[in-house]
C-alpha cells in the first residue's frame, strides 16, 4: 500500500438520475406518484413531506400514507420498468464496490449527486434497488449503505476495535490510523485497502474522525472536534513544535483554519487553557513539552526542589530550556533573600 495519501477519485454516473426514477414512476398511479413525490423530496427545494403532511392534503391517515407508500416501492420493483433499468442498478452496484462497498450515506450521496435534488433520486434509486441494503444511524455509527453483508460486518467489528486501541487526547496521522486500521482488517479482500478506501470506511464511524489538520482520533477529544480558539491554539502550536508569540498564533489560526481570531482575543484564551505556558514576552508553549506552569521564580524554586541546591550556571542553563527570558532576570530571582539563599558550598537553595 502506498504511503502518501491518495486523492479523492471522481465517480461519475453514465445515466441521469431523474430520467431513470421518472420512468419507475410511470408505472404507478397518480396519487402513488404523488405520495413518491413528497416522500422523496423531488421538487426544486428538495423538501421531503411528512406523513402527516401528505395525507392531510388527501383526507387520510399518516399509517395509510405508509402504506401507500411501501405499496408504490414493492410495485415499482416488481414492474416491467424496473427489469428495463437493470443496466442503471449494476452501475450504481459497480460504483459502490469502487468506492468500497461500505460507504456513509451522506459521502455516497455527495460523491455521486452535484445538486441536491440529484442526490434524492440517487437515494431513491437505492432505496428501490435489490442490491442495496442500508443500516440506521446509531450511537457508534452514521447511516450507511453496503452491498455486501459479510464486508460490512468485518469493517464494522475493525472500526470498534480501533477505537478501542485509542486515548482519550491521542492525535494520529492519517497514514498511522490507516496503518493500524489494517491490522483489523486482514481478512477483507486486498483490493479495498487503499487509502481513499479506509478513510472512507473509517469516515462512517461517530466515535472516530479527524480534526481540520487530517489528524485523527476520538471524536469526542478538543484536539479533534475543535470547539473554538484555545483548541485552534492548541492544534497551531502542535504543528509549530516550539514556543510562539500569541500574535502569531493568531495570524495561523486565521490562514490555517479560515477562522477569524482575533489578537487580544486569542491571548485572553490562551491565558485560561492549562495546556499552554507562558515561556517568555508573548511567547507561549505546550505544558506537555514539559515546560512547568508559573513565573521565573515558580521555576527555579521547582527546579532546586527537584535536583538540589545547584550553583547560578546551572540554574541558568535549566531555567533557558523552561523560560525564554535574559540571565539578568534569572540573577535578580536569586538574590531574592525571602525565596533563595547560598549553602556554605555557595549553591543557591531555597528557604
Known amino acids: 500500500m502506498k504511503k502518501e495519501i491518495i486523492k479523492n477519485k471522481t465517480f461519475a454516473l453514465s445515466?441521469?438520475?431523474?430520467?431513470?426514477?421518472?420512468?419507475l414512476l410511470s408505472s404507478l398511479p397518480d396519487r402513488a406518484q404523488d405520495v413518491i413525490v413528497g416522500r422523496f423530496g423531488f421538487n426544486p427545494e428538495g423538501k421531503e413531506m411528512t406523513l402527516e403532511a401528505i395525507g392531510k392534503k388527501y383526507g387520510i391517515t399518516r399509517e395509510r400514507v405508509r402504506q401507500i407508500e411501501n405499496y408504490a416501492i414493492n410495485h415499482i420493483r416488481k414492474a416491467d420498468t424496473y427489469e428495463k433499468e437493470s443496466n442503471v442498478f449494476d452501475e450504481l452496484k459497480n460504483?459502490?464496490?469502487?468506492?468500497?462497498?461500505?460507504?456513509?450515506?451522506?459521502?455516497?450521496?455527495?460523491h455521486?449527486?452535484?445538486?441536491?435534488?440529484?442526490?434524492?433520486?440517487?437515494h431513491f434509486l437505492l432505496v428501490v434497488g435489490d442490491d442495496f441494503n442500508k443500516i440506521k444511524e446509531d450511537i457508534e455509527f452514521k447511516h450507511r449503505w453496503h452491498v455486501d453483508g459479510n464486508l460490512s460486518d468485518k469493517i464494522h467489528d475493525a472500526i470498534k476495535k480501533l477505537y478501542s486501541k485509542l486515548g482519550d487526547d491521542d492525535i494520529i496521522p492519517e497514514s498511522e490510523i490507516i496503518s493500524s486500521f489494517l491490522e483489523h482488517l486482514k481478512e477483507v479482500s486486498d483490493e479495498y485497502k487503499q487509502d481513499e478506501i479506509l478513510t472512507?470506511?473509517?469516515?462512517?464511524?461517530?466515535?472516530?474522525?479527524?480534526?481540520?489538520?487530517?489528524?485523527?482520533?476520538?471524536?469526542?477529544?478538543?484536539?479533534?472536534?475543535?470547539?473554538?480558539?484555545?483548541?485552534?491554539?492548541?492544534?497551531?502550536?502542535?504543528?509549530?513544535?516550539?514556543?510562539?508569540?500569541?500574535?502569531e498564533v493568531a495570524k495561523l489560526i486565521s490562514e490555517v483554519f479560515n477562522k477569524k481570531a482575533h489578537v487580544a482575543t486569542t491571548h485572553n484564551e490562551i491565558i485560561k487553557d492549562p495546556r499552554f505556558v507562558l515561556v517568555g514576552r508573548g511567547l507561549y508553549a505546550l505544558k506537555e513539552w514539559g515546560y512547568s506552569t508559573g513565573i521565573v521564580r515558580d521555576v527555579i524554586l521547582e527546579i532546586i526542589k527537584k535536583n538540589g541546591p545547584l550553583n547560578k550556571e546551572k540554574i541558568l542553563e535549566k531555567v533557558m530550556k523552561e523560560r525564554y527570558v535574559k540571565a539578568n532576570t534569572v540573577m535578580v530571582n536569586l538574590q531574592n533573600p525571602k525565596y533563595f539563599k547560598k549553602n556554605k558550598q555557595g549553591l543557591y537553595t531555597t528557604l
Not at 227 to 239: E, H, N, S, T
Request: aromatic share 8%.
Open 15 to 23: 445515466f441521469n438520475p431523474k430520467q431513470v426514477v421518472k420512468r
Open 95 to 110: 460504483t459502490i464496490n469502487k468506492m468500497g462497498g461500505v460507504i456513509s450515506e451522506d459521502d455516497l450521496l455527495n
Open 112 to 122: 455521486l449527486g452535484k445538486d441536491i435534488l440529484t442526490r434524492k433520486y440517487i
Open 200 to 247: 472512507r470506511w473509517l469516515s462512517i464511524s461517530k466515535n472516530i474522525s479527524k480534526n481540520p489538520l487530517g489528524e485523527w482520533g476520538k471524536t469526542k477529544s478538543s484536539n479533534i472536534k475543535t470547539k473554538g480558539v484555545r483548541d485552534y491554539a492548541y492544534l497551531i502550536l502542535r504543528k509549530h513544535g516550539s514556543p510562539i508569540h500569541f500574535r
